[in-house]
């Protein structure tokens, strides 16, 4: 058997490996009730709160009509501010191949309770290309941007359109690393969530280096999906070093870590909210839980860099 067939039949096997993991029922498990405003990511906003001494906010939902070409639906979770609170800071968060919104709908009440308004999209199918969701992703950004101006939306005059970031999960969070290298100063941070590094089966041979948007890398030691050092760890040292940048690698978990069924939600999302508040021009306090560990996160962690 000649060497291109057999790279052929790895790039199979590794594609058929990465839907079956990415297709499981489980990984995408629901909360006990079942409604995309999950209760949990609420409860987890709570303790957040208490950490950072932060305003809880109530939440609403809203589902826009994305007339757009490059993402089929959308929800976005918006806190409910009063008249004379400023505007407040967004998210666009992409899923994983074969996901779909639903799964994480954690992250949407849980960020808007501590007032950042978060905006999950479905793609226009569960199988599109890395590349199709780096569009869809730039098109979400561009479409959350929007929203402050239309005159029929509750998000009116409530974006802080100088304040964006975004997210993805798994071949999501490859094209959110895509996109913000295209995006550049439009946002202001990226936290690709266990991110699968390229287009399905193929390996990793992008650069990096020159992207300058503040990344927050976020990985299992033990995602069979996505191997760290194939997949994350390889997109993080191509970074440059003058970019902010960490890199956190869970010790425990799958490569669901960041979805509904995740193990360490809170630690996941207390870091997560650090990230984004303090690029939000929220202050250098925001990352002392980056720079002062305390211990019981510390042993969460196989590994941890957090480079300025």
């Not at 079956?20 to 995309?36: G, K, L, Y």
């Not at 001494?53 to 009509?65: A, K, Q, S």
């Not at 869970?250 to 809170?266: E, M, Q, R, V, Y």
Request: proline residues 6%; hydrophobic residues 40%; glycine residues 8%.
């Amino acid at each position: 058997m000649n060497f291109q067939i057999i790279k052929r039949l790895g790039a199979f096997f590794s594609l058929a490996i990465f839907a079956a993991a990415m297709s499981t029922p489980a990984s995408f498990a629901q909360d006990v009730e079942n409604t995309r405003y999950s209760p949990e990511g609420r409860n987890i906003a709570r303790t957040i709160g208490g950490v950072f001494d932060e305003r809880l906010f109530e939440v609403r939902t809203y589902d826009p009509e994305p007339a757009v070409a490059e993402f089929a639906a959308a929800t976005i979770f918006y806190p409910l501010t009063l008249s004379f609170d400023p505007p407040v800071g967004a998210v666009a968060l992409i899923p994983g191949y074969r996901g779909n919104q639903e799964g994480y709908n954690w992250w949407g009440p849980m960020l808007a309770s501590l007032g950042i308004a978060v905006m999950i999209i479905d793609t226009n199918t569960p199988t599109d290309s890395l590349d199709e969701r780096k569009n869809a992703q730039i098109a979400a950004v561009n479409f959350l941007k929007n929203e402050n101006t239309e005159s029929d939306s509750p998000l009116l005059g409530k974006i802080d359109t100088d304040n964006i970031a975004i997210m993805g999960h798994s071949l999501g969070g490859g094209g959110s690393l895509y996109a913000a290298d295209e995006l550049g100063s439009a946002i202001k941070a990226v936290i690709p969530l266990s991110p699968y590094c390229c287009e399905l089966g193929q390996p990793y041979e992008r650069d990096f280096s020159g992207l300058e948007v503040p990344t927050l890398i976020v990985i299992s030691a033990e995602d069979t999906v996505a191997p760290p050092e194939g997949h994350a760890r390889a997109i993080f040292d191509s970074i440059a070093s003058s970019t902010h940048r960490a890199y956190m690698e869970f010790a425990t978990g799958d490569h669901n870590i960041a979805t509904n069924s995740g193990p360490d939600k809170l630690t996941l999302g207390k870091f997560a909210y650090a990230w984004l508040r303090v690029h939000f021009g929220g202050g250098a306090d925001y990352l002392s839980i980056y720079r002062n560990m305390d211990a019981e996160d510390a042993a969460k962690f196989s590994r941890f860099e957090e480079e300025r």
